[in-house]
């Protein structure tokens, strides 16, 4: 893949696409190797370094969520938002490190906001709720972005929360969240899929086309790769109609039919209890061992 070596061609087409982002608050998903961008001789540190603030000057002061997911919790059952890694994307790891204060303190799906003025850090039980990071974002109408390529968008999961999707159940993990020292009570509960390969698959293809094609999803071209957004609460209003009238919309075929096969050998909705024959405690102690 050829390499964009102009800072001033990313910083050009950041300041372009974000100019035409009408929210005030921006979550930003990152794939830095479908942007291609690499200043020759620069070391990697420097570089992320250039590149964040790319994004802050292109944000022009606007609160922005860098999702900084870490799964660990769900084996381990402590989560230490100091010093537990993002697991998704090194510009995002960077943030983190950056401004490790200003970290969510809810386990696995958490974000460093940087120029924070209205979202809460307190922990969500439920990480995919209304009472989440993605619940402010659509209640204060904030975009969520990806910087490169549309991938891992987790946000399909606070939709399918919303609509009570039968394919998905509420699987508890306790733990505590640690910082300065002290320990925090907390059970997660979300909406997961089924231990069973082949169930959970979006068909993501598909579902961009029909975003693009009703003016929810935009795009703008970023280096060799592309900045894709859209607004969240424009992303729930259409999307919850789609799963209204197709509870199985957000899935590829494959998964369409391993769903219909669950349904009909345990039932609508599927539940925790008859997918995992384990007790919830076994369950949660074989994750973490």
């Not at 975009?143 to 609509?163: K, Y």
Request: proline fraction near 6%.
């Amino acid at each position: 893949m050829a390499i964009v070596t102009s800072p001033q061609r990313i910083r050009r087409e950041v300041q372009e696409a974000f100019a035409r982002i009408d929210s005030d608050a921006i979550a930003l998903h990152t794939d830095l190797p479908s942007v291609g961008f690499v200043q020759v001789g620069i070391p990697r540190q420097q570089q992320l370094a250039d590149l964040f603030q790319m994004l802050v000057e292109g944000s022009a002061g606007r609160t922005l969520l860098f999702p900084t997911f870490n799964y660990d919790f769900c084996r381990t059952g402590v989560y230490d938002p100091m010093a537990d890694p993002c697991q998704v994307g090194v510009l995002n790891e960077y943030v983190r490190r950056l401004h490790p204060h200003e970290r969510t303190l809810t386990p696995v799906f958490n974000f460093c906001i940087y120029d924070n003025r209205a979202f809460s850090l307190e922990p969500a039980e439920n990480p995919l709720s209304g009472t989440s990071t993605f619940g402010e974002l659509v209640a204060r109408r904030a975009s969520v972005a990806f910087f490169g390529a549309l991938v891992g968008n987790t946000f399909l999961h606070h939709i399918e929360d919303v609509m009570e999707v039968g394919y998905r159940y509420m699987k508890s993990f306790p733990g505590v969240v640690r910082r300065d020292g002290a320990d925090r009570q907390i059970v997660l509960r979300y909406r997961v899929r089924p231990l069973v390969q082949g169930t959970g698959d979006y068909d993501i293809d598909r579902v961009a086309r029909d975003l693009f094609n009703a003016g929810i999803l935009h795009q703008a071209p970023l280096g060799n790769g592309k900045l894709f957004w859209f607004r969240a609460d424009r992303m729930v209003e259409y999307s919850c109609m789609k799963v209204k009238e197709d509870e199985l919309y957000l899935l590829a075929a494959a998964s369409r039919k391993k769903v219909q096969e669950l349904y009909t050998q345990y039932g609508k909705p599927l539940r925790y209890e008859a997918i995992e024959p384990l007790s919830p405690i076994a369950s949660i102690a074989t994750e973490r061992a």
